[in-house]
C-alpha cells in the first residue's frame, strides 16, 4: 500500500459565527467549533484513506481565544500520523475579525479517526510520512498522545508506554 | 466559600437520532454528539459555580458504540473536580433502542470549563468533595489528567507532575 | 399483556434556549417548546409499549410564565392513562435560570399517541396502573379529557360522556 | 376601538417537508408541524391586533392524515374569535403531493394568544365580527372552548359554564 | 399535451425573519432568502409540469429594500413561460411589518428549472398561456432573459438573439 | 485609496452535503447551496473593502451538475471587479466524491455586494487590478453583466450600453 504526504489529507473550512452559534457573551460556543472541527478531520481522514471513517476519539482540544459573533472561522485539518487502521488528525483554528482585517489563533486539536470496510469493520490504511519539520514534530507526539490514551483509558500498562517513560526520562 | 457534591451539578439530556445527525452508515456523527456533550457539561460547571462558564479543554472523548438513527442519546453530567477557577466535568453517554428496550453505552469524556465574572475574567468556584467511591476515584483522577494536559500543552515540565510521576512509580 | 406503571415510561430532557428559539420579548416560543414536548412526549409513549407512535391528539397546553433566552428547560414526560391502542401523556415543563439557581412552572400538557404495528396499523398498548396519589388524579382525569376531545371533535353524543356528565352532577 | 372581519388576519404558510422533519416511518413530526403552525398562528393574531402575541394555550390538535417527506403542507390561521385581551386562531392544515396534484386535510387546531403592551402586560385588542356561516360556527365554538379551558384548568366552575351546559341540555 | 394557466401554479410562503436569519444590521441574509426563494419556486415549476425538477439557472435576482428581524416574509412565485422541458419562474418578495400593518417590496428574480423524468432525464413540459397583461410581458421578456443567458454563457453567439437584437433596434 | 488584486478577497469553504441539503432524487438543493455561496461570497466582498456588505444583486447561477449526499462542496469566491460602491464576486463551486477521490465542476454565478458605512449607506471601495489572464477576462465581463443587470431592470437605456453593443458590433 503507497504511502502519502500531509499534504494529501489536507481541507480547509471556512464558517461565519451566527447568532444560535453563540453563548451569552456573544462568543462561539466550544460546542458548535467541536461539530465543525470534527465534519473538517473526518474529511481529512477520508481524503488520506478514501475509505469511511468514524470518530473514535478527541483528546487535548484547547480553547484559547474566544471567536466573536460575526466574525469568521478558519478550519485546518492534516493527518499527523497514520497507524494500522486508524489515523490522527491535526486541527487547527483560527478567527478573523474581516473587518479589522484582524486574524488570531482559537485552538488546536487532535482527533482520531477509524477507517471502515463495506461491512463496518476497520480496515488498514495507507501510511503516511511527514515532510517538513514541523509534520515531524506532529508525527512524533502522535505516539506519545496515543499512549497517554490507552493508559487513561486502561488499555495500556504504564510500564510499556515507552514514548512516555523517554519524556520522564526513565529507562 | 461552600463546598458541594457531586449530585449538586448532575444534569441529564435525551435527545433523538434525527436523520440530519447521522453520516452515511445511518449513525450519531460525532460532532454532533460533541455539541450536545458541551451543552449538557456546561450545564452542569454553571450548577456547581452559579457564574457563565466558558469551554477551557476537552480531553478524552472515547467513541466505543455508535448511535443509531432513530435511537435515543442519554447524556449525564457531574462534576468530578473544581480547581481554583476551573471545574472538570464528567460525562457519560448511552444510546437506547427504545422499541427494543435495549440501553448501551456510547462514550464518556471529560471537559473542563472556566467560571467567569462579568468582566469575563476567571472567577474562583467553590469546591467539590466526593461522596461515593466511583466519585472519589474520578476526583482524584482528575489530577493526573489535569497534568497530562499540562505537560501536552507544554505548560508544565514533566519533573514537576508529580502524579503522573507517581503513575509509572518514580520517585 | 403485562401492566406497567407511570414510572416505568418517565423521560427528561434538558434543554437550553438558544437566540433562534426566542421571539421579540426574548422569550421562548411556544412553537419550539411544543417541539421538544413532542418528542419527550413520543418517547414516554414509546417506552410504554414498545412501538413506534404516532401523535394523534394535543389538548390543554397552557403557557404559564415564560422561558428566558440562555434558560434551561426541564421537561418530563410520563403515561397518565393507556386506552386501547393509545396513550395519553402528561408533560410538565419548568424554565431554570442557573446562574440564579432559580427554578420555575412553565406549563403543563396532555399529548395523545397511537401504538402502531410494523403496517403502520394501530396496535393494542399494555395497560397501566397508576401508583402515587396524583397519578391516579392524572390517571381519572384522563377518561374526561378523552370525552371532550370526542365531543368537540364530533365523535361523542354529549349524553354519552357520563365522565362529563358527573362532572355537572347529572344523573 | 374599530371591530375586524376575519378575513383581516388571514395568514397562509407553504413549507415542504425535509428529511429532519420526519419520523421513522416517513412522516412529518408531529412537532415539527406545531413549530409552524405556531408562527403561523401568532401572525394571524398580531394581524388582528397589531401587538406582539405570546401563546397563551393550545387546545384540541387533531392530527388526521400524516403528510409524507417531500409533500407540501399548507397552514392557514385566521382569527376565530377576540376576548378583551386575547385571541383564539383556528388553525387548518393540508398535505399536498405535488406530483400527483393531490392535496388533503391532515389537521385543524385551536391557538388562543394574548396581546401585550410594550411593558409586557396584557392590553386590549380589537373586537372581531363573523361574516360566512362557518365563521359564525367558529364563533361560537370558541366560547364553549374557552369553558372546557377554564373548568379543565380549575379556574371555573362546572356550575358557570353556561354554554357547556347548554351542550348537555341543562337548566 | 395541455397549455396551463400561469394561476395554476402559484405558490405562497409566509416565513418570519428569525435571529439566524440576520447579518450584523439586523436584516435578512441574502442568502437565507435565496433558499426560500428556491423552495417556493420549485414548488411552483413541479405544480406546472407535475414531475420533479431541478435549479437549472438563476437570473437577476435584485434586492432593493432588507427585511428585518422579526418582520414577516412573503414570497409569491408563478410560471412566467415555460420552454420545452424548462419553465421560468417569476418569484415577488415583499417584507411586513405586520405590528405597523406595513407592507414593502423586497425584491424580484427569476428561476429557472428542468423537468425530469423518474431516470433524471429532462422531460418536456405543458405549455403555458399568459392571460392578464403582466402576465403577457413576463412571458416576452422570458425569451431575452433566456437569450442573454445564453450568450453569457457561451451557448449562443449574439447574432443568433434576435429578441435581444430587436432591444437594440437592429436589422 | 489604495488598489487590491483578486487574490486579495479570495475565500475558501468546504461543506458537506447532509441529509436535509438534498431533494428527493439525493442532490444538493440549490437554494441551499445558494445560501452557502452568498456567505463565502459576502466574505470575499468583505475582505476586498474592510466594510459590512449586503448582497445587491445575483445573476447568472448556472447549475452545471448536482451534488450527491454525503459529497463534499467546495466554494471559492474572489472579487472579479470593483466600482464605485460595489463588488462584483466571482463564485466557482466543484464537489467531491472523497471517497472515489473524484472532483467534478457544479457552478457558478456573480454575485454584486454594495459596501456600507456605520449609518447603512454606501461607502466607496478600494479599486481592484486583476493579475492573471483569467482574472483579466473576468474583469472585463463584469461591466457588460453590470448592462444586461441594469437594461434588464429599466435603469439603462440599450443605446447607453457601449460595452454590450459591442458585443453585437454596433458603432
Redesign the interface.
Not at 460556543?29 to 458548535?32: F, I, Q, S
Not at 474581516?98 to 482585517?101: D, F, R, S
Given at each position: 500500500m503507497e504511502t502519502k504526504k500531509p499534504a494529501d489529507s489536507q481541507?480547509?473550512?471556512?464558517?461565519?459565527v451566527?447568532?444560535?452559534d453563540?453563548?451569552?457573551?456573544g462568543?462561539l460556543?466550544?460546542?458548535?467549533l467541536?461539530?465543525?472541527?470534527?465534519?473538517?478531520a473526518?474529511?481529512s481522514a477520508?481524503?488520506h484513506c478514501?475509505?469511511?471513517v468514524?470518530?473514535?476519539?478527541?483528546?487535548?482540544?484547547?480553547?484559547e481565544a474566544?471567536i466573536k459573533l460575526?466574525n469568521?472561522v478558519h478550519i485546518e485539518a492534516k493527518i499527523s500520523r497514520a497507524f494500522n487502521t486508524s489515523m490522527e488528525v491535526h486541527i487547527r483554528v483560527w478567527g478573523e475579525d474581516?473587518?479589522?482585517?484582524y486574524k488570531y489563533k482559537s485552538n488546536r486539536?487532535y482527533?482520531t479517526f477509524v477507517a471502515?470496510d463495506p461491512h463496518?469493520k476497520p480496515r488498514p490504511v495507507p501510511s503516511m510520512t511527514p515532510e517538513s519539520e514541523e509534520e515531524q514534530k506532529l508525527f512524533d507526539?502522535a505516539l506519545?498522545?496515543r499512549q497517554?490514551?490507552l493508559?487513561?483509558?486502561g488499555k495500556m500498562k504504564?510500564?510499556d508506554a515507552t514514548e512516555?517513560?523517554a519524556?520522564?526520562?526513565?529507562q
Open positions: 481541507v480547509i473550512m471556512t464558517e461565519l451566527l447568532p444560535n453563540t453563548n451569552t457573551f462568543n460556543m466550544g460546542g458548535r467541536m461539530y465543525w472541527m470534527d465534519i473538517c473526518a474529511l477520508m481524503k478514501g475509505s469511511p468514524v470518530t473514535a476519539s478527541v483528546d487535548n482540544i484547547s480553547f474566544p460575526g469568521v474581516v473587518l479589522h482585517q486539536a482527533f471502515l463496518g507526539g506519545r498522545r497517554v490514551r493508559i487513561l483509558g504504564p510500564g512516555l517513560k519524556l520522564f526520562n526513565i
